[in-house]
């Protein structure tokens, strides 16, 4: 296993249990749907969405139609299963990616994906972004990690929730398990980008987009960032 993607792309054992996926895909859809407000008729873009287990109440809360894509074929396989006739969901592969019409998407949401993609790449897959926005779009990009490890802050994220969800004990397990875990070797190898307030606003400028900083992102780590990016 060489990249993240090939990671992703394997049997990730990222969450402790189905409860704990449910409970943070349930959160991250809870707190999306809050930025992104009421948008009947809009085409919504979850990018690098994972198993998107939510995906049904982000797209009720905003009455949007959302659209799923993750580069990941094993976890784009489950997504189109899994939401095959759904109401207003979408689940795109590659080749749909690729060939989305420029100015054919309201919201593009990208949550906790920026950190397995190289700098440069993260600029050309914003420009990318920008082409298929509508002219009033917005990307909301989350969980940004800054440059100072917090590691008080992740165990806060995993643990807290766990407590009140019933899985403390599924999560301390999953501590130890994650210590010996593929994530742990590709973190310290490969490493995960992270980006100041700054670097990401100057990141994004590159790639012709204004962001700014959000004061809620979604999902248990709040010292984690969101950015709203729109097009300069
Ligand atoms: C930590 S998970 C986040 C899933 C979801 N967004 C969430 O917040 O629960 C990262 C996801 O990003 C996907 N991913 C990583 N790099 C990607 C890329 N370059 N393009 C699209 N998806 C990517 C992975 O396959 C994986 O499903």
């Not at 394997?10 to 449910?22: E, F, K, M, Q, T």
Request: aromatic content about 8%; glycine content about 8%.
């Amino acid at each position: 296993m060489t990249t993240w993607l090939d990671f992703w792309s394997g049997s990730p054992n990222i969450y402790v249990n189905d409860r704990h996926l449910r409970v943070h895909c349930d959160r991250i859809a809870q707190d999306v749907a809050r930025l992104i407000g009421t948008a009947p008729g809009r085409r919504v873009l979850d990018f690098g969405c994972g198993d998107a287990l939510a995906a049904p109440t982000l797209a009720k809360a905003t009455g949007a139609t959302l659209l799923l894509y993750d580069a990941a074929p094993a976890v784009c396989q489950r997504l189109a299963s899994r939401f095959a006739g759904a109401a207003n969901i979408v689940v795109l592969d590659e080749a749909a990616w690729t060939t989305r019409p420029a100015a054919s998407v309201d919201t593009i949401v990208m949550i906790s994906v920026a950190q397995y993609i190289g700098r440069d790449d993260l600029v050309g897959l914003l420009e990318r972004m920008r082409t298929v926005l509508t002219p009033d779009g917005a990307i909301l990009v989350g969980d940004v990690i800054p440059p100072e490890a917090d590691l008080v802050a992740d165990l806060v994220a995993l643990l807290g929730p766990a407590a009140r969800h019933g899985f403390l004990g599924a999560a301390l397990i999953g501590l130890v398990r994650t210590f010996f875990s593929d994530y742990r070797r590709l973190r310290a190898n490969l490493g995960l980008t992270n980006y100041t307030e700054a670097d990401f606003i100057a990141l994004a400028r590159r790639a012709g987009l204004h962001a700014e900083r959000l004061p809620l992102n979604p999902g248990f780590n709040q010292k984690r960032m969101a950015f709203r990016a729109r097009k300069i």
